[in-house]
């Protein structure tokens, strides 16, 4: 059974778009919630976190958390091509030694 | 100075060999990860480790062991590579949980640069 599931994408955006990233999860138990950005080659770099149902901004990324639906998303406003990436959402799962599982990924292609 | 080290940046080696890579961390925290991440599976857990006399085995340990040398460090040993073992290997940090009652949620994990490791 999965327990965070993303789209693996490609996700095409228009450059100056909204881009939305969404995430599954099947725990009702988890808590926390994160979504990470990586670079091909490189390593993930966190970029939200979120742990109350609503939205909550950072200049032009916000998070998005619905628990009663096990869902959670990351808008990206104004895409600009280094947004380019794959976006990881972890989960804390409160029922496994307190680790975060992260999905697999959607990638995200920013067209100029 | 980066706060998540990890050494070697890239390593080739041999079916059969001994390898190690090692992390270290200024960040004080106590709680450290080896992942993997394969193309197209994601990053899977390795080993973890709460404190130096704590240390837990992830999702794939089979072929891997670790050594918590100090707060700071954290080895990780593939005892005989086999080519299904080349990888992208990443460390990671966290000070406390990601969402537990007392913790302070708002660093999720610090990972490291990475290994890139090929096994010919």
């Known amino acids: 059974q999965k327990e965070v599931e993303q789209n693996s994408g490609p996700l095409s955006v228009p450059e100056g778009a909204i881009a939305s990233l969404n995430c599954t999860y099947s725990?009702?138990?988890?808590?926390?919630f994160f979504w990470y950005r990586q670079y091909s080659g490189k390593s993930p770099e966190l970029i939200m976190s979120?742990?109350?149902?609503g939205d909550k901004e950072d200049g032009r990324f916000t998070a998005q958390l619905n628990k009663a639906s096990q869902y959670v998303s990351l808008l990206i406003r104004d895409s600009q091509p280094s947004d380019s990436a794959t976006y990881l959402c972890?989960?804390?799962?409160?029922?496994?030694?307190?680790?975060?599982?992260f999905g697999k990924g959607t990638r995200l292609h920013i067209l100029p | 100075d980066a706060d998540v080290t990890q050494t070697p940046r890239n390593r080739i080696t041999k079916t059969g060999k001994r390898i190690m890579l090692e992390c270290s961390q200024t960040?004080?925290?106590?709680?450290m990860y080896w992942y993997r991440q394969d193309p197209g599976l994601g990053l899977q857990l390795i080993y973890y480790?709460?404190?130096?006399?704590?240390?837990n085995k992830g999702e794939i340990s089979d072929g891997y062991s670790v050594s918590r040398q100090a707060q700071a460090k954290f080895s990780l040993s593939l005892e005989s590579a086999i080519p299904n073992q080349t990888a992208l290997y990443f460390c990671?940090?966290?000070?406390?949980?990601?969402?537990?009652?007392?913790?302070?949620?708002?660093?999720?994990?610090?990972f490291g640069s990475g290994t890139r490791l090929t096994v010919v």
């Open positions: 990671a940090t966290s000070d406390l949980s990601g969402g537990g009652p007392k913790a302070d949620r708002g660093h999720g994990y610090t």
């Open positions: 725990d009702r138990g988890s808590q926390s």
């Open positions: 979120i742990y109350s149902n």
């Open positions: 972890a989960v804390n799962l409160m029922n496994r030694d307190d680790k975060i599982i």
């Open positions: 960040k004080g925290h106590d709680r």
């Open positions: 480790s709460f404190d130096v006399k704590d240390i």
